[in-house]
Structures are given as C-alpha cells and as structure tokens.
C-alpha cells in the first residue's frame, strides 16, 4: 500500500492535494490512483507531503467500491468523497478543493488520459515561476492530443476563439492536469463548466499562468462525458460569461480595523 510522504518539517510550498473527479471511472480508477502514489512518491526532493481526493460525482458504477476494497480507510493518503447528486465535473473539482487540507492543488482527469508521470514537471515549473503577488497556474498542455478528429477539431476551436476573446495565454484550457494555489481558488466565481476557464479566472485574480506540455494517453476503458455539444457550443456561451466577468473585477483591497 503507497503511504503519504512526511517530513520532519514541511512547509507550505511542497504541501499538495490531488483532485480527481470521477464520473463512472471503475475500470480506470485504481490503476490511476497507483500511478498517482508512484508518481509523487518519486518527487520526494519536491514533495513533503500529499494527499489524494477522488470526488465520485454520484457515478452509478462501482468507482468508489472498487477504491475503498483496494485501499481501506485511514490506510493511505487516499480519501474519497461522493456527490449524492450528479453536479458535473467542476463541482467535482470545487468540492476536492474545499475538502483539500494542503494548500496546492493538483488536478487530474480521471479517465486515464493524464499521465501523473508529468506531475513533478508541473511542480517543477512552479518552483521557477516569480510569483510576485500573484498566485501562480501551471497548466498541462497536451500538444500531441490521443483522441478522435471530432474531438480535437471541436477543442481546437473553442481554445483558438477563447484564447483570442480572454487572452488567456493558455493553448489548451481543457486538459485536466493543473496545479494552482487553494486560496486562489476559492475567491473564484463559481459556475458550471468553470473548470474549462481557470487561467482566464487566474489571470482575472492578478495570477501568473504557465503552460508546461504533457503526455496524453488514448483511453483505455469507458466513455468520454464529452461531444460536440458539451465541448464546443456550451464553451462558446460560456466564454461571454466569462469575458463579463473579468471586466467587472474590481481591485484586491486591503483592511484595517480603527
């Protein structure tokens, strides 16, 4: 069984979650979560300690069972929680941040097309970002895409229109594999589908957003939760919400109490 990494003195800038939101995943998802163990247990010079939350959200198959028999409770860095409604992928997301006891966040897809193998990179690549006052975003870019023409083509747009309408500086916004700063995270607006704008919602909180390019696997069990539909139309309505948005930011204050 993998066991978290501890140090006699951790602090605060190699402490990490894991986030991976799961919608019926069960063929995919202990293998997944070893390579996880694996991976960060291999970032030891990078990594203090870590934790892994896989957030099923309310899948009808056997993810959470599968998980539980395969590392009980209290036995390894893993913790799982359940939606008791189905909410979507970034309220999967939301609800593993808000759970997270560390205070950066690592996110991964949990259909297996992520390799955690390209985690340390992205920890790796914060360490050399001058974050100044802002609270830094390394996204996975996924340049050599192991998916269906329709897929990329659809993805391919929706990231050239965004990218020119927020100036997001992000090539691919839809991969799954992130690292950014808890905090940050939750001054975000929420909204269904958030998860596709988080460096427009980094830049927009005064954040610096690099991309660091990753491996991408074909899929090997189950189903995308995506089409055309899901992936490019509703993208494309979200995009004016989030472009409202950020034109509405007002300046990070500071208080004090007379």
Same mark, same amino acid.
């Given at each position: 069984?993998?066991?978290?990494?501890?140090?006699?003195?951790?602090?605060?800038?190699?402490?990490?979650?894991?986030?991976?939101?799961?919608?019926?995943?069960?063929?995919?998802?202990?293998?997944?979560?070893?390579?996880?163990?694996?991976?960060?247990?291999?970032?030891?010079?990078?990594?203090?300690?870590?934790?892994?939350?896989?957030?099923?959200?309310?899948?009808?198959?056997?993810?959470?069972?599968?998980?539980?028999?395969?590392?009980?409770?209290?036995?390894?860095? @893993?913790? /799982?929680?359940?939606?008791?409604?189905?909410?979507?992928?970034?309220?999967?997301?939301?609800?593993?941040?808000?759970?997270?006891?560390?205070?950066? /966040?690592?996110?991964?897809?949990?259909?297996?097309?992520?390799?955690?193998?390209? /985690?340390?990179? @992205?920890?790796?690549?914060?360490?050399?970002?001058?974050?100044?006052?802002?609270?830094?975003?390394?996204?996975?870019?996924?340049?050599?895409?192991?998916?269906?023409? /329709?897929?990329?083509?659809?993805?391919?747009?929706?990231?050239?229109?965004?990218?020119?309408?927020?100036?997001?500086?992000?090539? !691919?916004?839809?991969?799954?594999?992130?690292?950014?700063?808890?905090?940050?995270?939750?001054?975000?607006?929420?909204?269904?589908?958030?998860?596709?704008?988080?460096?427009?919602?980094?830049?927009? !909180?005064?954040?610096?957003?690099?991309?660091?390019?990753?491996?991408?696997?074909?899929?090997?069990?189950?189903?995308?939760?995506?089409?055309?539909?899901?992936?490019?139309?509703?993208?494309?309505? !979200?995009?004016?919400?989030?472009?409202?948005?950020?034109?509405?930011?007002?300046?990070?204050?500071?208080?004090?109490?007379?």
């Amino acid at each position: 069984m993998s066991q978290p990494i501890s140090t006699t003195a951790p602090n605060q800038n190699n402490l990490f979650t894991v986030v991976l939101p799961c919608f019926n995943e069960e063929e995919n998802i202990v293998s997944l979560v070893a390579e996880i163990f694996a991976s960060m247990e291999n970032a030891q010079a990078l990594v203090a300690n870590y934790e892994v939350i896989v957030v099923d959200d309310c899948g009808t198959d056997q993810t959470a069972t599968r998980l539980r028999d395969e590392y009980p409770s209290g036995e390894t860095a @893993l913790r /799982i929680i359940r939606h008791l409604n189905n909410c979507g992928q970034s309220a999967a997301v939301c609800s593993g941040v808000e759970a997270a006891q560390f205070p950066w /966040i690592i996110t991964l897809d949990g259909d297996g097309q992520n390799d955690p193998a390209d /985690i340390p990179r @992205l920890i790796s690549s914060l360490r050399e970002l001058d974050t100044g006052d802002g609270c830094p975003m390394i996204c996975g870019y996924r340049k050599n895409r192991k998916d269906a023409w /329709i897929r990329k083509i659809s993805s391919r747009v929706a990231n050239g229109v965004r990218s020119r309408i927020l100036g997001d500086a992000t090539p !691919d916004t839809g991969c799954g594999l992130k690292l950014f700063n808890r905090e940050a995270f939750l001054r975000f607006p929420r909204f269904n589908h958030m998860h596709r704008f988080l460096p427009a919602l980094a830049r927009r !909180d005064n954040g610096l957003v690099r991309s660091v390019e990753v491996n991408h696997r074909p899929r090997v069990h189950g189903v995308s939760k995506y089409g055309v539909h899901n992936r490019l139309w509703v993208g494309l309505v !979200d995009l004016f919400g989030v472009m409202w948005l950020s034109k509405r930011q007002f300046r990070r204050h500071e208080t004090e109490e007379l």
